[in-house]
C-alpha cells in the first residue's frame, strides 16, 4: 500500500487545508538552509546527509499534501528563479537552500534551467 494512500484513508476531505503562506514556506526553505550551513561548518564526509534528510522532509510533506509541484515552483519564485512551470522538487529545494558555487551545476540543474 503506498504512503499516498494510506494519507486519503486518514485525511478527512471535508476539513479545509491550512494555508500555506509564503512565510511559511520561507521559513521552511531557511530550515533546510540551516542544515545546509551546518553540513558546509562541519564539512565531513557525512554531514552531507544531515541537509538531504531535510530536503528530503521538506519534500516528503509537500508530497503527501499532494502540493510538490506546486510549492516547488513558488519557492523557486521566491528565491527569483522565473521560467520553470514543473521543476523537479528535490533539485528546486537544493537551489533554494544551497549556495551555488558550491553545488555542481548536474545537481542544481536537474529538471532546471541552469
Known amino acids: ?12 476531505q471535508s476539513q479545509p487545508q491550512l494555508p500555506y503562506t509564503n512565510d511559511a514556506l ?3 526553505l531557511t530550515r533546510v538552509r540551516q542544515a ?4 558546509r561548518r562541519l564539512h565531513d564526509r557525512f554531514s552531507i546527509y544531515k541537509y538531504l534528510t531535510a530536503v528530503y522532509g521538506l519534500v ?11 510549492r516547488a515552483s513558488r519557492a523557486l519564485r521566491l528565491k527569483g528563479w522565473k521560467g520553470v512551470d514543473y521543476p523537479e522538487p528535490f533539485s ?18 536537474n529538471g532546471l534551467m541552469p
Open 36 to 39: 545546509w550551513r551546518e553540513s
Open 26 to 28: 520561507r521559513c521552511d
Open 60 to 70: 516528503l510533506v509537500w508530497q503527501t499534501e499532494n502540493r510538490v509541484i506546486e
Open 1 to 12: 500500500m503506498s504512503l499516498q494512500c494510506l494519507n486519503q484513508n486518514r485525511r478527512d
Open 92 to 109: 528546486a529545494v537544493i537551489r533554494c537552500t544551497s549556495h551555488r558555487r558550491k553545488v555542481d551545476a548536474k545537481t542544481r540543474a
